[in-house]
Structure formats: C-alpha cells, structure tokens
C-alpha cells in the first residue's frame, strides 16, 4: 500500500494525520489530563458531539445503545432532521449498527441534563463546546479507545477504509466506557 493510501486508511488524510499526531503531543505533555478526569460514578447519559451529526457521533450514539448505555448524539453544525450519511450507513451496517433511523440533531435542538457527559471527537471541538451555554462534563472520546486516539477526524466524503478506522476507534471507545459509566446503563 503506497504512503499516501495508509494515510488515508488510518487517519482519513494528511490534514488528519497532522492533527492526530499535534493532539497526541498534546496529550503527552498533559494537555488533556483535566478531559481524563471523569467523575464516571456520575454519569447518566452520554452526549456524544461532532461536525453534522451524522457520521461519527450517529454511529456511537448507535454504538453505545446496543451496549445498552443511555445515549443521544447531535452536532455542533448539524442539520436537524438530516439523515446518516450513505457511507457511515453501508459501513455500520457492516458491524451490524443500524442508522437508517438516525436524524441528525443540532446543538440548539439538544437539551442537555443533569449527569450528562458531553464527549466530542476532536480537540477543536472542545473548546467550541466550553462556549455553549451548559456547564456539563466534557471528554474526549478517542482517549478512552485502547491505544488513546484524541483526534478522531471527520470521515464525512473520505474512504469507506477510513470509516472503518474511525468506527474500529470509536467501538474500543464505547467498549470501555461502558466498564467505566455504571449509571448510565439502560434500565
């Protein structure tokens, strides 16, 4: 596989390679410690946050609901009503996740609630999170996968390989947040 198509396949494009390995200095230098310090016995539901709300944060809504954790997703320029982009639907189907019912859902129409934790995709998101007006925990999701991702790049237009990569993160992500969120286990 030539240089530029294993760039693709695992990090979406040279722009995400770039930022993934810019978060990973990052967090090997602290920058991310406070992301880590997730008061887990807390939390009640999970708020999983991107771009459009229908790639990433759709598919780990999905994810963690066939966990049986309580969920809901939305994005910070999301659409409201879009459906599942046909890419993340034909690869999450795949790995037996159904988004055919998935309508995206925008930042102002996601009300959020006591115990909530916010968890975004990428750093950027981050800080456009702290600017809203809800002061609910924040987390990154990629640094909870096993090995830590804590820049997970859009996939939306990009390969299919890549929505592999990124749904192969984002499933190590949930797996293990749900050992962690005993209170946000379904009832």
Same mark, same amino acid.
């Given at each position: 596989?030539?240089?530029?198509? !294993?760039?693709?396949?695992?990090?979406?494009?040279?722009?995400?390679? $770039?930022?993934?390995? #810019?978060? &990973?200095?990052?967090?090997?230098?602290?920058?991310?410690?406070? $992301?880590?310090? %997730?008061?887990?016995?807390? %939390?009640? +539901? $999970?708020?999983?946050?991107?771009?459009?709300?229908?790639?990433?944060?759709?598919?780990?809504?999905? &994810?963690? &609901?066939?966990?049986?954790?309580?969920? %809901?997703?939305?994005? *910070?320029?999301? +659409?409201?009503?879009?459906?599942?982009?046909? %890419?993340? *639907?034909?690869?999450?189907?795949?790995?037996?996740?159904? =988004?055919?019912?998935? +309508?995206?859902?925008?930042?102002?129409?996601? /009300? #959020?609630?006591?115990?909530?934790?916010?968890?975004?995709?990428? @750093?950027?998101?981050?800080?456009? =999170? !702290?600017? =809203?007006?809800?002061?609910? @925990?924040?987390?990154?999701?990629? $640094?909870?996968?096993? /090995?830590?991702?804590?820049? *997970?790049?859009?996939?939306?237009? =990009?390969? @299919?390989?890549?929505?592999?990569?990124?749904?192969?993160?984002?499933?190590?992500?949930?797996?293990?947040?749900? &050992? *962690?969120?005993?209170?946000?286990?379904?009832?």
């Amino acid at each position: 596989m030539a240089a530029s198509q !294993a760039i693709q396949a695992r990090y979406g494009r040279r722009a995400g390679w $770039l930022r993934y390995h #810019m978060a &990973r200095t990052l967090d090997s230098v602290g920058a991310f410690a406070p $992301l880590r310090r %997730v008061a887990w016995n807390d %939390v009640e +539901r $999970l708020v999983f946050v991107c771009q459009g709300n229908i790639c990433r944060s759709a598919y780990a809504d999905a &994810r963690a &609901r066939l966990a049986g954790l309580r969920s %809901v997703s939305f994005g *910070l320029s999301a +659409r409201d009503g879009d459906c599942a982009n046909s %890419v993340a *639907l034909a690869r999450a189907a795949a790995r037996g996740v159904d =988004l055919s019912a998935h +309508r995206a859902t925008s930042a102002s129409a996601a /009300p #959020m609630r006591a115990g909530d934790l916010r968890i975004a995709m990428e @750093p950027a998101q981050i800080r456009r =999170l !702290a600017r =809203l007006a809800t002061a609910a @925990p924040t987390t990154l999701l990629g $640094l909870w996968a096993t /090995p830590p991702w804590p820049h *997970l790049e859009d996939p939306y237009g =990009l390969s @299919p390989a890549y929505f592999d990569t990124c749904f192969d993160i984002i499933d190590s992500a949930v797996e293990r947040i749900a &050992r *962690l969120a005993p209170r946000a286990r379904a009832q």
